[in-house]
């Protein structure tokens, strides 16, 4: 048995089963088996059903998984409750595009080869889908990870975080109650060990990863041949503020988008680039707006930063801010341990280059503040790290704003908004070691099948 606990006081939530080496091979078979045999397939009108069925009892037990997701991972429950909302939009995205997988008609007759031929190409699912889940959003992440698989058709075993199976397992549950067979979707709870083995299976067909690059690119490296991989990592996102940028709107977000989840967002603000300039008013509206979060109790209604998700990753957190204070950057606030997880919202000025905040993913509630006075400076230094996800520049200058868009390498570069913004119809992912391929719940869904081309010659028909 695994033993959940909570992030922030350490009580036990409950106890979950762990998938044993020997259940595996059913697991994967009976997912190859049901999937084989086409009979089996779910139609679309099936699938719209079973989402429909999904939407309508997650309507109902929004809060009660809202709880469940604050306790298991420490999000603060409002952000908990935006999330549960953002899954019921992605599940009727998915509902919705299933009739937008569609080809096309291929031309013919263009020259005597394909003279008396006609074609045209339509979409089949791809095969098993072997999805591995972060702990981060409990919730959205297996909508976009699982959902997207059953609205296409094909069959889908998740191994959640080990941190946080339970809304995992909650949600695969209503899946089940919505009219969906069990060996379209399954659910492990396993170590590295076993997790590995199923990548290296080839009778998986896709496999989607999102957590941290060095496992992500290792795990690419077992996939047997022919398995379609989208990995999505983290970074370290980089926000330049000009000279003439609207500071007084810009810096509520910008705090949100840093320590929002106590920074345990792939894409939170980290690195903030300021024209001298202006960098006094920014610092001083950035310490106003940081001093009036409420750190502690993610389950209360007004926590805005929870708990860093366990005593290592504090740990981590901690040697860094210590490493930048004792290279020069100084700490304007924050930079203390509050009890066993939690940490203070923290802003540090000029660390060095070569510190590990300045070069690695912090994903903790550290923020740090960089002055510039040329704008192609800050693009360089935005870009000199191998991470490359969500950008952000603030001006109201268009042709800044170009020079920001066209020059800031990021899948995804922002204009005066900050860099943790998503929709969940929008492509998302990163380049380098932020990872390949993108999500996005349309994107995903076209990733999980492919287009099959038909071609007949008609003179026989």
């Given amino acids: 048995m695994l033993s959940i606990n909570s992030p922030y006081d350490g009580h036990l939530i409950r106890n979950v089963a ?25 139609t679309p009108y099936k699938r719209l059903l079973i989402l429909e069925n999904f939407y309508r009892i997650i309507q109902f037990k929004k809060i009660e998984l809202a709880l ?15 999330e549960i909302m953002r899954a019921l939009e992605s599940v009727l995205i998915a509902k919705n595009y299933i009739t937008s997988l569609r080809g096309k008609e291929i031309p013919m007759q263009l020259n005597a080869a394909s003279l008396h031929k006609r074609a045209f190409t339509y979409r089949e699912p791809i095969g098993i889908v072997y999805a591995i889940s972060a702990f981060n959003h409990p919730i959205n992440l297996i909508i ?32 089940y109650e919505s009219g969906l ?20 299976d080839h009778r998986i067909s896709y496999f989607s990863f999102i957590g941290s690059s060095d496992v992500g690119w290792y795990l690419r490296s077992k996939l047997a041949p022919g398995i379609k991989c989208v990995l999505e990592h983290g970074g370290a996102a980089p926000v330049i503020i000009e000279q003439d940028a609207d500071v007084d709107n810009a810096v509520p977000g910008i705090v949100k ?43 209360l209604e007004n926590t805005t930063v929870g708990p860093i ?13 210590e490493e930048a204070n004792y290279k020069g950057g100084k700490i ?35 923020v740090c503040l960089y002055s510039y006075q040329d704008l192609s400076d800050a693009i360089n230094m935005a870009n000199n790290l191998p991470y490359h996800f969500q950008s952000a520049i603030f001006t ?66």
């Fill in 18 to 42: 762990v998938t044993e080496n020997n259940e595996v091979e059913h697991i994967i078979q009976s997912a190859y088996d049901v999937f084989q045999n086409r009979k089996n397939w779910l």
């Fill in 68 to 82: 469940l997701a604050s306790e298991e991972g420490g999000k603060p429950l409002v952000d908990s409750k935006i």
């Fill in 144 to 175: 976009h990870q699982a959902i997207t698989a059953v609205a296409v058709g094909c069959p889908v075993i998740i191994k959640p975080s080990s941190l946080t199976p339970l809304s995992c397992l909650a949600l695969v549950e209503v899946l």
């Fill in 181 to 200: 067979p069990k060996p379209w979707c399954q659910v492990i709870v396993c170590n590295n060990i076993i997790a590995e083995k199923i990548v290296s």
């Fill in 257 to 299: 988008g840093g320590y929002y989840h106590a920074g345990q967002v792939c894409v939170s603000v980290q690195r903030i680039y300021i024209h001298q300039k202006i960098i006094k008013k920014f610092t001083k509206l950035m310490l106003e707006h940081i001093s009036e979060l409420v750190i502690g109790d993610p389950l």
């Fill in 309 to 321: 998700i366990s005593t290592t990753a504090l740990k981590r957190v901690v040697e860094y801010v």
């Fill in 332 to 366: 304007l606030i924050g930079g203390n341990i509050v009890n066993k997880t939690c940490f203070e919202p923290t802003l540090i000025l000029n660390p060095t280059s070569d510190s590990a905040v300045s070069q690695q993913e912090i994903f903790g509630p550290v």
């Fill in 396 to 461: 109201k200058n268009i042709d800044l704003a170009w020079q920001g868009i066209n020059e800031l390498r990021a899948n995804t570069v922002l204009v005066n908004e900050q860099t943790s913004f998503r929709v969940d119809w929008m492509p998302f992912g990163g380049q380098n070691e932020s990872g390949i391929g993108l999500g996005g719940i349309p994107y995903t869904m076209e990733d999980m099948t492919y287009e099959k081309l038909a071609i007949w010659h008609s003179e026989y028909i």
